[in-house]
């Protein structure tokens, strides 16, 4: 089954994307899960590295695809380190590519991304790096070859046109910036 819709942006620019779609029986559809039903875009991705491994979904409906490590790195306290995955990618034109941070190595290891999100833009084609700090004041975080170090996360984008203004429409929240919004 094929979903077809149009868009249309600034300046007027339009186009038409197309996705494909595996039906499910209607007997399990609503029973067991509703990701069939989101659209799809295939990801193109490149083994720049025997050992590479290619980004994959813990569990079905995982919005992100975990990174794997595929070189060792030793980040000692407040570090921060650049860890090749191995692989490149093909963002689809009209998306963007975001590399997130993993939950668990922040809980458990004080891991952070130094540049998160990372944005990854639909030309680039080089391979995918991850930047990790070390936020832990004591232990040296040790990575291995396939562990999973980070998220990729696919999203559509709009791209802004910036336009010059004389002035901006007022707001509710007008020019309250850092913890305006309270505790």
């Not at 922040?106 to 030309?123: C, F, K, M, Y």
Request: hydrophobic share 35%.
């Amino acid at each position: 089954m094929r979903l077809r819709g149009t868009w249309s942006g600034p300046s007027g620019r339009t186009g038409s994307w197309c996705t494909r779609r595996s039906p499910a029986p209607s007997s399990i559809a609503s029973v067991t899960s509703p990701w069939h039903r989101l659209p799809s875009v295939q990801l193109p991705i490149l083994k720049l590295k025997d050992e590479a491994q290619v980004p994959s979904r813990a569990h079905e409906g995982d919005a992100g695809l975990d990174l794997y490590a595929c070189e060792a790195a030793h980040i000692g306290p407040g570090e921060r380190w650049s860890v090749g995955t191995g692989v490149g990618v093909e963002i689809p034109e009209g998306h963007a590519g975001l590399v997130l941070p993993r939950s668990g190595l922040a809980r458990e290891h004080g891991i952070a991304l130094v540049n998160a999100p990372g944005l990854i833009d639909s030309g680039y084609r080089g391979e995918l790096r991850v930047l990790l700090l070390n936020t832990d004041p004591a232990e040296t975080f040790r990575v291995e070859p396939g562990d999973r170090i980070a998220q990729l996360l696919l999203t559509p984008i709009a791209l802004a046109e910036p336009v010059e203004a004389a002035a901006l429409t007022e707001s509710a929240r007008g020019e309250g910036g850092f913890g305006s919004s309270g505790r």
